[in-house]
Nanobody, 123 residues
Framework: QLQLVESGGGLVQPGGSLRLSCAAS????????IAWFRQAPGKEREAVLC????????YYADSVKGRFTISRDIPKNTVFLQMNSLRPEDTAVYHC????????????????WGQGTQVTVSS
């Protein structure tokens, strides 16, 4: 059974850092594009970053450029989202997802995603 499980969220002060993890089971994530998206209360879902099969990354949210990076550990079948210089507007539930299109295309759609992990940036 295909599953994605996120972890690593929490409460952090503005300017702080968090590293989110996305552990995959039931499939080998290196053969697919994997994305992180976030959703804040009352706001639409927003794609953040995507890592392609060849390991390249694509940004979808201009506000995170220079602050967030995506990476993966192939033996551990895990994708990470490193978030630095966090801002209150980064507060959201962060989900990782398997991209339906097999690539980090302009318009992402997802066929599987996890329950998410809450990130709260507040002093």
């Amino acid at each position: 059974q295909l599953q994605l499980v996120e972890s690593g969220g929490g409460l952090v002060q503005p300017g702080g850092s968090l590293r989110l993890s996305c552990a995959a089971s039931g499939f080998t994530l290196r053969y697919y594009a994997i994305a992180w998206f976030r959703q804040a209360p009352g706001k639409e879902r927003e794609a953040v970053l995507c890592i392609s099969r060849d390991g390249g990354s694509t940004y979808y949210a201009d506000s995170v450029k220079g602050r967030f990076t995506i990476s993966r550990d192939i033996p551990k079948n895990t994708v990470f989202l490193q978030m630095n210089s966090l801002r209150p507007e980064d507060t959201a539930v962060y989900h990782c997802a398997k991209v339906r299109q097999l690539m980090c295309s302009i318009d992402l759609s997802y066929d599987y995603w996890g329950q998410g992990t809450q990130v709260t940036v507040s002093s």
